[in-house]
Each structure stands twice: as structure tokens, then as C-alpha cells.
């Protein structure tokens, strides 16, 4: 095991962003375990937190299959291996995406309230969660993140597979990744307690941490 818990890997996490206290960042959790990451995270380095939610589209059929995933902004992100295997275009997903992006708006009322979204341009922004295994959806939420502009695009996790890092460290102007163990079967493998996290230790996270610039 590498860590402890989720709290243990966000203490880690935070000892390695200390370059950005002080800059005011925007730490966008991916929940619900990405918020358990963030919060020492986020009181470590002053920073304020918010969500970005990144959903995988699966087929109807076999809903495990990952064929996209989207991004609250629309952002889509094709699986174009599995796209060219089972010989689809992209319209052919228009209406599991539209039943995502529904889905994302329908967790962000329910953890964010009525809030507005937060200011991304111009600023430093962490995203966060408590491993990536494929990377698609992380992919998809730091392409949508990188379209408003943001003055320097961070990602911090705390374990993923060394290919997947390599694919994602491009799409980034820093990326903090704590291990990159082989054999990676799943996240929860390095982790002593990788219990389910419930809404309400999200919405109490939030609460504690709320935007305040």
C-alpha cells in the first residue's frame, strides 16, 4: 500500500504544490474521492475549491466500455480505438452525451447549490483526484479546463500507470504524480482504505472550503 487513505495522499500532495501557496489557486476536485485528495490540498496552499465532474459515456449495451467522455462544458472525448472497433462517428453518441452532460448539472446542483461557476481564466488551477487508471476522463476535464484559459494548468494525483502520465503530461504545465507503480490493476490497489465516500462528506468539504475570492 502507498498511502494510507485519500486524506494521507492529499497531506503528500499538498507537500508537493507548496510552490503554489500564496498564488490564490482554484482547485478543481474530481468527486467524490478527488475531494478528500483536495481538501489538505486546499487548506495547505490557501486555495479555494470547486468541482469539475468528468463522465465516462458507455453503450447502452455494455455501459463499462468507455466510448467518450465529456466534460460539464460539452467537451467530448473520443475512445477512437473503440470508435474505429465498433465502426461508430460521433453522432452516433449525441444522445448518451446529452444524457451526461444532464447527469454532471444535475451532481453540480446537488454538491455546488445555486453557486455560480468560478473564474478560471487568468489563474492557477489544480485539478485533483484520488488516482487515474485510463485517463480518459481526466483527460476530457483538463481539455475543457484548458479552453478557458487558465494562467498555468497543474494536475495532482496521487498514483496512476507511468503510460497514462506520459500521455497526460503534454496536456499540462505541471504535472505532480506521486507514484507510477507496475503491475496497475486499479486506484484502490494502493490505498489501505479506499472506502466509499458518501454526498454529505463532499458537501461538508465544500462548505468548509467554499470559494471566497
Known sequence: MLFQNRHDAGCRLAAALQA?????????????GGVMVAAPIVAALAGELDLIIP??????????????????????????????????????????????????????????????????????VIVVDDGIATGLTIEAALLSVKQANPARLVLAVPVAPPDTAAR????????????????FYAVG????????????????ILEKYKRTF
Open 189 to 204: 490497489q494502493f490505498y489501505e482504505d479506499f472506502s466509499q465516500v458518501a454526498d454529505d462528506e463532499v458537501e461538508n
Open 55 to 124: 463522465r465516462k459515456v458507455g453503450l447502452p449495451g455494455n455501459p463499462e466500455l468507455a466510448v467518450a467522455a465529456v466534460a460539464p462544458d460539452g467537451t467530448v472525448l473520443y475512445n477512437q480505438s473503440v470508435m474505429r472497433a465498433l465502426n461508430l462517428v460521433p453522432a452516433d453518441l449525441k444522445a448518451l452525451i446529452e444524457g451526461e452532460v444532464a447527469e454532471i448539472k444535475r451532481r453540480l446542483e446537488v454538491y455546488r447549490g445555486h453557486a455560480g461557476k468560478p473564474e478560471i481564466t487568468g489563474r492557477v
Open 168 to 183: 497526460l503530461r503534454p496536456l499540462v504545465d505541471d504535472l505532480i504524480c506521486l507514484a507510477t507503480p507496475v503491475p
Open 20 to 32: 503554489y501557496r500564496g498564488r490564490q489557486p482554484l482547485v478543481l476536485a474530481v468527486p467524490r
